[in-house]
């Protein structure tokens, strides 16, 4: 699975972990930044590039990270077709994507911890749509809303 994985300098540190840990899974990795430490830097331009290469197809998920991970999932959310969730929780995390097709999970770097991020990241990587009728529909109505 191609992944698309971005942060600034809040989820700086966690996005390097990450990245390490999903290439020893056999995760293919598209690297949106930031590649250095920059603590001037802004999570909307690392959001907006993950957000845009998952809206392509160019990868089937994305993991931005930033402080709270409150404006990366706004800013991700932006892009058409994109449903990102700020995920704290694991069932939330594998929910997202079982219900509601989420395909970018946001993560706060000041909020959560290593061991819970690999949690809530394995959780959604794993996860798949369940294609039932109420689910399709729901999708179907929020992919709607895309078009106006």
């Not at 991970?69 to 058409?80: L, P, R, S, Y």
């Not at 909020?111 to 959604?124: C, N, P, Y």
């Amino acid at each position: 699975m191609n992944v698309a994985l971005g942060a600034d300098h809040g989820g700086f540190e966690l996005k390097q972990y990450l990245s390490t840990l999903l290439k020893k899974n056999h995760y293919e990795i598209i690297d949106e930044g930031n590649f250095t430490f920059d603590p001037q830097d802004d999570y909307p331009d690392f959001a907006k590039k993950v957000a845009e290469t998952v809206a392509a197809g160019k990868a089937e998920r994305g993991i931005i990270i930033c402080g709270s991970g409150v404006g990366a999932c706004i800013t991700a959310n932006k892009i058409k077709g994109i449903r990102a969730c700020l995920c704290h929780d694991t069932y939330s995390a594998h929910q997202g994507v079982e219900h509601d097709a989420m395909n970018i999970l946001c993560l706060g770097a000041r909020i959560i911890g290593t061991e819970l991020a690999k949690e809530l990241v394995f959780s959604f990587l794993n996860a798949k749509f369940i294609n039932e009728e109420r689910f399709v529909r729901r999708l179907e109505k929020i992919n709607s809303i895309d078009k106006q």
